[in-house]
């Protein structure tokens, strides 16, 4: 690369630039916006990209029905009004939202388990595009089945649409626990062989109706080689500690103090989606999120910017959640 910074190569490019452009983002927050005018709304708050979406994620959990990508044109407007990165979501699956997206312009996809799932068993074969994507995990196999994949970012999934945290923090706990496995671990080929299991249950279900299989999977690639290949990627988690990309946090995430939470636990930014545009004061509570994310270590400060916000969003208890959607994905 020039010394000039390319920030369209950044944006669009092979897997180690497409990690790059995530590493960008880092320490940072990305803010669900509905329209230009919430978009300069996070943008002058300070924030590092902005998810452009036709309802943010309470709106999608009330409404019900089929959640979809958003209007292209909706989509459009918030890239032409904005200088910061702009993120659209596909459905799980869904390779042709995914192309036009990437068709569109935007900075990166989220393939996220918010919009209603389109295929019940594969993810977006990410390989095929230059625009980098972020992917949602509940627990490390699911996410280095995502990173094996192609995803640039993960984040902990959350329950999007709540103002609960709770989710979130069990999502980040168990990952921290399960890497914590992978580094004491000396059968790195075992766990790889358990996490591959969810790639073939397609196979599984097309054995269990003939009894015969052929070892199908989405990729082209043999199970030896997959399970080969996700063994690297453990590796690479068991000496750095860590996943090997930019891991952020999302879903439940309603006040500053939510926000310093999860970066004091690790997280490498925060995913703010309902917790904003729900608030009483959503210009308020944006540069209070956003500091908060910069300063989380600083109690004083953290507490200085939640004095005078209003009421943040109501929540919703998750033992009452009608949609689970953090257990959608493979």
């Known amino acids: 690369m020039s010394k000039e910074l390319d920030l369209e190569s950044l944006r669009h490019g092979k897997e180690l630039v497409k990690r790059g452009f995530a590493r960008m983002q880092k320490g940072g927050v990305i803010m669900d916006v509905v329209n230009a005018k919430q978009a300069k709304i996070a943008e002058d708050a300070g924030a590092v990209a902005v998810m452009a979406l036709e309802r943010v994620p309470s709106d999608i959990r009330a409404d019900g029905g089929v959640a979809r990508m958003s209007n292209p044109n909706m989509i459009k407007e918030i890239i032409e009004c904005t200088t910061i990165p702009v993120m659209a979501k596909c459905r799980i699956g869904h390779t042709a939202e995914a192309k036009v997206l990437e068709a569109l312009g935007v900075d990166m996809i989220d393939e996220s388990e918010v919009l209603t799932p389109a295929d019940p068993y594969y ?107 996700v063994t690297e990627i453990l590796g690479e988690i068991k000496k750095l500690g860590r996943l090997p990309v930019v891991t952020f946090t999302a879903g439940g995430i309603a006040t500053p103090a939510d926000a310093a939470l999860m970066m004091q636990f690790g997280m490498d930014g925060i995913f703010v989606g309902s917790g904003i545009f729900k608030s009483e004061d959503p210009t308020t509570m944006a540069k209070a999120v956003v500091e908060a994310t910069a300063h989380f270590e600083d109690a004083k400060l953290v507490g200085k910017v939640s004095e005078g916000l209003g009421d943040a969003m109501a929540g919703l208890e998750e033992s009452k959640l009608d949609t689970k959607m953090a257990k959608r994905g493979h």
């Open 123 to 229: 993810h977006v074969v990410k390989d095929d595009f230059t625009v980098p994507f972020v992917c949602g995990a509940t627990s490390l196999g699911e996410a280095v089945r995502r990173i094996w994949e192609g995803s640039a970012m993960i984040r902990t999934k959350g329950e999007a649409g709540t103002g609960n945290v709770v989710a979130a923090m069990r999502h980040a706990r168990l990952l921290q626990a399960e890497i914590a496995a992978v580094q004491a671990s000396t059968k790195l080929e075992k766990i790889a062989t358990r996490m591959v299991d969810k790639f073939f249950v397609l196979d599984e279900e097309a054995k269990g109706n003939l009894g015969e299989s052929a070892g199908y999977n989405a990729f082209g690639k043999s199970r030896k080689d997959i399970e080969g290949e």
